[in-house]
């Protein structure tokens, strides 16, 4: 596998995180309450850190010839 393929689906990766990511935090806020709820947005929090993570790492990589 190329380079550029796999920086295409490592960004994929990263983008489920951040879908991940929202998805548990509306969850959390709408329907869960006390120590749970706590717990579910510290999850979405490290979710959308490890995306940032990668996208910035992505993007400082640049770009990849392509075959």
Not at 5 to 32: E, Q
């Amino acid at each position: 596998m190329s380079q550029a393929m796999m920086n295409m689906w490592i960004s994929f990766i990263a983008l489920a995180l951040m879908f991940v990511s929202a998805g548990t935090a509306i969850f959390s806020r709408a329907k869960l309450k006390g120590w749970l709820q706590k717990v579910v947005l510290v999850f979405s929090f490290v979710c959308l850190l490890v995306a940032g993570w990668i996208v910035f790492l992505i993007v400082i990589i640049g770009p990849t010839a392509s075959l």
